[in-house]
């Protein structure tokens, strides 16, 4: 088995095939943070039991952060600063802007990994 301190791998992309593999490349005493929101009746598998790389001989562990885990009172106005100091890239984050009326198309999109973030311009 490695050795060390352990690995920190974080997902954010939250379907059970990056899951896995957060978990699956742990080194010995590693832990993985799942940031994303997982859908309804989500299920992932993980190799328990082998002695070589299995989550219970590797001494494994699987953290959630539910979306951040943010406040928003002391963290929104954090956010604007460094937004505002160009720090923080959100503009580079959008794929696409839309309309109000285009809302229910928008979410297909995101469903479908077609954009990662969509802004209404009103």
Aim: charged fraction near 15%.
């Amino acid at each position: 088995m490695p050795t060390g301190s352990g690995s920190t791998p974080y997902e954010a992309v939250g379907i059970p095939q990056t899951i896995e593999q957060a978990v699956a490349s742990l080194t010995y005493a590693g832990t993985a943070t799942h940031i994303g929101l997982p859908e309804d009746e989500q299920q992932v598998t993980l190799n328990f039991g082998n002695i070589d790389t299995g989550f219970y001989w590797n001494k494994a562990t699987l953290k959630v952060c539910h979306c951040g885990d943010a406040l928003p009172s002391n963290d929104f106005a954090l956010l604007a600063q460094l937004y505002l100091q160009k720090k923080l890239k959100l503009d580079e984050m959008v794929t696409a802007r839309i309309t109000l009326d285009q809302v229910n198309e928008a979410f297909h999109a995101m469903e479908s990994g077609d954009v990662l973030r969509s802004v209404i311009v009103m």
